[in-house]
């Protein structure tokens, strides 16, 4: 279905008052855009919107959370792609990109300045049309949201490529999103400038370019323009206009040592984002084939310069990567202490995260915001009490950004009642000798009268190295604990009520007696299962488990987490009498400490596990 996009460009308002901008005063005429369909989607308004927009009475409906979060990650996934700090959704502007966005629509025109006359106006529109990237697209096609974004990205048939600058502008430090749906029209606006910027001191490009290294050819057209702009003072966005392109020549080169010619070279210092740019076309560029770009003397803040980077056009648009699942806090849980551990899964490859914690559904009020976890555990901490978190995570690659988890919830305790006081241990007694695997602990009931209990387990006096850890209503815990032999272990009891976690506590010792484990066989034989220590330990992601069996049989090699629950089963081999050895690999699991239990027949053996990255 042929469809029509108009888009208007827009300069930096504020740089009017600025002596030292050369403003572009070419006048800002309206071009129309085609557009292939792939990138686009057919779908109800429903799916768009909470209220449906009414351009009949000037109703600009209620968008769906969703779209304004889809198009927040799709600008910073093109951003990504340049090497540019990501930007945040800034929700307290929705109602001028909304209304903007409803001026648009119902005049089916686009303008940065409208005033009274036009239909639907509203001085909320007026300012969102002043501060946004416009766009007007008619016909039978139900775009979807993320579509203008990459519209102005490619911003085909347009010149200045304003509104492919002011997308890869490095100082945009936040967006907001509006579109308004008619009959047969769309209006859309996206909030570009804002008085506050980005925090450049840490970045380490020194230039921005379209297209860079490896780049879809879903966000380029072959037959428009590429660009080129310097970064010069990372501090003060106005600084950075002193550049002259006057002398600059350019060379495109493949990675066969072919010179690929250029053509309708252009350059500008206008105030559409960083106020330099270079832009030009080349003839003959074809997927899949390194190009290096080389940019000769330029004359920046009066030194001569050269720059060189490469690109290669991939075919499609590439895949994001696989959601996040979430595990804990369960969502909706309550009564929770002032230092929660978030906990989620990723997927199989080696992946980082980016994890959100906020004190409303919105993520306005940012509580925490960690990007690039290795982890899939984050410790929250300083809690305030009787308050509702919202939190969420992301899977994050190179050069892809997935989407965010559905939003979970979870409570702080009201931290009104005292303390409850320290739980008084009962059984085992402090430096028990444990004969066997299966163990009662038995601790009295605190006053005030406890929420639960957590029993911790651990390696070090401090329960700072956990091995178990479990949280319980009653105050006896029946468990069999799979621990390496002849080795000293610490417990404790903590109690929690509703203002948290008991501040002091007692902690006892106990110790497995050595053992080998000895189990008949059908045969008449015994199986003796002996496990020395793997080597080294902790470990990164590889270690050696050496073991032996008196009697040939199937050994099962299966690692847990501190939980209790199965992280991975290693290995399963038909093994001879004798000495063996494992050599594993743990690179998929994160950090921390793990039981690894090894058995043979009836026969078992277990040891505890440190990786460490």
Known sequence: MFKIVLLILIETLTSFSHPSINLNTEPHHPLYLTHPDGLAKNASLHNFYDSLPNLATCYAGVLKQVEKIKVQDTLN?????????????????DIFEAQAALIMAANMNLSHTPDSTWLCYSADGASGAGTSNLILQSGSFTPSSEKQVFDYLVDLNVGTLGHRRWVIYPFLKYTTFGRVDGSNVMGGALKVIFAQKQNLADLTADFVAYPVGRYPTAFFDKSWYLNFQILIDKINYWNNSDVNYLSGWIEIISEAGETLATNSQYYDNAGYGLNNNLQWKVTGLKDNIRYNVFIHDLIVAGVTKSYAYWFRL???????????????????????PSSVPLRWQGWSMPETYQLQVASDSLFQNMFIMDSLLKDTTRLVSNLDSATTYYWRVRVIRVDQVGRWTKAWSFSRMDSTAPLPNPVALISPANDSIILNDSLNFIWHRGAPSPLNYTLKIAADTLLNTSLIETVLTDTLCHMRIFLPENSTYFWSVLA????????????????????????SEGSGESTILT??????????????????????????????????????????????AGRHEFSLNFSELPSGIYLCRLKSGRGEAAKTLAIIK
């Not at 996934?77 to 502007?93: E, I, N, T």
């Not at 032996?548 to 089963?569: E, H, K, Q, S, W």
């Open 496 to 519: 929690r009520n509703s203002s948290g976690l008991q501040d002091s506590h007692e902690i006892r010792s106990f110790k497995f007696k050595p053992k080998q484990v000895l189990v």
């Open 531 to 576: 496990w020395m220590q793997n080597y080294p330990n902790p470990f990164l992601s590889t270690t050696q488990i050496d073991y032996l069996i008196t009697t040939p049989g199937t050994v099962t090699l299966t690692v847990y987490d501190r939980f209790g629950r199965t992280a991975l089963t290693v290995s399963r081999r038909l093994a001879l």
């Open 314 to 336: 991939e075919p499609g648009v590439p895949s994001q990567p696989g959601l996040a699942t979430l595990v804990y806090p369960d969502s909706g849980q309550k009564n929770l």
């Open 77 to 93: 996934y093109l951003r990504r792609l340049h090497g540019l700090k990501p930007v945040s959704y800034q929700y307290s502007d």
